[in-house]
Structures are given as structure tokens and as C-alpha cells.
């Protein structure tokens, strides 16, 4: 059997290190911390979708996603362009889907208002266990969901993260 490659790279951000992750086609993952930080819960993920994994780092497969997060912490962008793909279940997918098509930048939406755009207004709790196993942190832009009552609630990156990338997007 053919191991498939897994390629990655890492960037220092205003919100500390970013891990990045290409199949060597489309971005697969971007999240907080580094390979040797997430190194338990990416192997699991790997393994999950795909055929014996290995890790390449290989910083040419994710410069264009390091050079768009670098010009978004640089308020030079506002919406991404690189290109990704989800790995996930039907349902996760297209909550994160939603996310992408319509939270605009600067804007906030309420986990009910994405139950809502995904057709399930009753899965308020599935949507926020989706949310919080969005693996494109800050592209598909999970920190602009907050409670109902307005409040900043959960964030896989941390309540600091979201209230940091708010505030930049506020600005």
C-alpha cells in the first residue's frame, strides 16, 4: 500500500502558531498550535480519511494559504482564496458550508441562524459540535458564530482567539 502524503507547514500569527495542511492538491486543515502540539489529534483525523498518512513538511504546499492568513492578520484581506477541502461527516460539512457562504467578514451570526441556513432549525447542539470541529480555523470563519443572547460562547481555539479575530474584523 501507498502511504499518501500529507503536507505542512507552520506560521507564527497574532494568535500564536497556525498549522497548516495540504493533501498536495487543496488545503485540508488549518488549526491553532503546532504539529508537535495537535500531533495526537491530526494523526487521529489522518488516519480517519486517509490511506496510510505521513507527514511531509513541505512549506511550498501551503504558501498561498500562509500568504492569505498573513494578509488577513495584515488587514489586507477579507475573504479567502485558497482552495480547501472538508473532511468530515454530511452533516458537519455542510454546517461548515454555511459558515463559508454566510457569515461575511466583520459580521456575526448565532448558532441558531446557521441550524437555520443548514434547513434543521432544531439542531442548535449538533451545529455547535460541528462548529467546534471546524478544521479550517479562521478561513471558515467558526469565530464569528456566537450565542443567541449575544455572548461569546465556546471556541475550540479559545474564547481569547475569537475575541481577538472579532476585534480585528471589527476594526
Known amino acids: 500500500m501507498d502511504k499518501v502524503k500529507l503536507y505542512y507547514d507552520e506560521m507564527e500569527s497574532p ?39 505521513i507527514f511531509v513538511h513541505q512549506a511550498d504546499q501551503v504558501q498561498q494559504a500562509k500568504e492569505e492568513l498573513h494578509d488577513y492578520f495584515h488587514a489586507k484581506r477579507r475573504h479567502f482564496t485558497i482552495d480547501f477541502e472538508f473532511y468530515g461527516t454530511d452533516f458537519q460539512k455542510n ?12 459580521e456575526t451570526k448565532t448558532y441558531k441562524d446557521i441550524a437555520e441556513a443548514v434547513g434543521n432549525p432544531k439542531s442548535v447542539r449538533a451545529v455547535g459540535g460541528a462548529v467546534n470541529k471546524n478544521p479550517f480555523s479562521i478561513v471558515v ?29 471589527a476594526n
Open 95 to 106: 454546517v461548515w458550508q454555511a459558515l463559508w457562504n454566510t457569515i461575511a467578514y466583520g
Open 141 to 169: 470563519p467558526c469565530h464569528r458564530v456566537i450565542g443567541s443572547n449575544g455572548k461569546m460562547v465556546g471556541y475550540n481555539g479559545g474564547l481569547d482567539k475569537k475575541e481577538y479575530l472579532l476585534a480585528h474584523e
Open 15 to 53: 494568535v500564536g502558531p497556525l498549522l497548516i495542511v495540504s493533501n498536495g492538491e487543496k488545503v485540508v486543515r488549518i488549526e491553532f498550535g503546532t504539529l508537535t502540539d495537535l500531533n495526537k489529534k491530526i494523526e487521529k483525523w489522518a488516519h480517519r480519511y486517509f490511506e496510510n498518512p
